[in-house]
């Protein structure tokens, strides 16, 4: 049997939460040290408690758990402070950035360079008008995500280990890497090579990169989850046919 353990002063940002029995809540948590965890938060949903309206997303926390099963006890936690709110199409971000995790990372996994990456892009979110944001900092962050659970592109050279060239055109397999077309014709769904080079150096200035680096990450996601779509895109879905 797992021995009992507490844990201190843990930097989190919270994920989800869903209400438990009459009082308390169930929370998923990203922390620094320790990756992906399961809290109670006991007599959270108390007006009185010194939880209520704490434990919102995308605010950062440090907290304190004990326990020794699945789902650990929280026992403490601080708001840290210098997060704006977020509103608008940084909201949406950030609710898909949190089902990312939710749904790639395995529990109590530690990515603390993947924490650090999270808790700059909301500071970007935070900062960022309400109807735009960065492209550049979700397909980073997308990037990384994978490179931290072991899917990383390869995108300097092809699967034959020759130098991507700008103006070629490549089909990316994926688990394989770029293959070179040797045709004037696009073949759909391929990439300019300066798409593959320019991701390479997260530099997502250049429309056409943007662009295809958008469908390209869209088709590794996909594939890494199995092919269930997103809660967060169909959301955004249902908002434009609503428009």
């Known amino acids: 049997m797992p021995r009992n353990r507490r844990v201190d002063a843990q930097p989190v940002y919270i994920l989800h939460t869903r209400p438990y029995r009459e009082t308390s809540l169930l929370l998923e948590a990203f922390s620094r040290d320790y990756g992906r965890l399961a809290l109670m938060a006991r007599g959270a949903r108390r007006p009185h408690s010194t939880l209520h309206g704490l434990l919102m997303a995308f605010q950062p926390l440090e907290v304190a758990w004990s326990g020794k099963g699945e789902i650990l006890t929280l026992m403490r936690a601080e708001w840290q402070g210098g997060q704006p709110l977020l509103s608008g199409l940084p909201l949406f971000c950030g609710y898909y950035l949190n089902e990312l995790l939710l749904r790639l990372l395995p529990r109590e996994d530690a990515h603390p360079r993947l924490f650090m990456q999270y808790a700059k892009i909301l500071l970007s979110l935070g900062h960022s008008p309400h109807d735009k944001v960065s492209e550049a900092d979700l397909r980073s962050f997308e990037r990384a995500l994978l490179s931290e659970l072991g899917y990383g592109l390869t995108l300097m050279s092809d699967v034959e280990g020759r130098s991507v060239q700008a103006t070629a ?75």
């Open 169 to 243: 055109r490549y089909r990316y397999e994926i688990e394989r890497g770029s293959i070179l077309l040797h045709t004037d014709e696009p073949e759909e769904g391929s990439f300019q090579g300066q798409t593959l080079l320019d991701m390479s150096r997260d530099d997502y200035s250049h429309p056409p990169t943007r662009l295809e680096a958008k469908q390209l990450m869209r088709r590794l996601l996909a594939y890494y989850l199995d092919g269930r779509e997103l809660e967060t895109r169909k959301w955004v879905k249902e908002l434009q046919e609503a428009c």
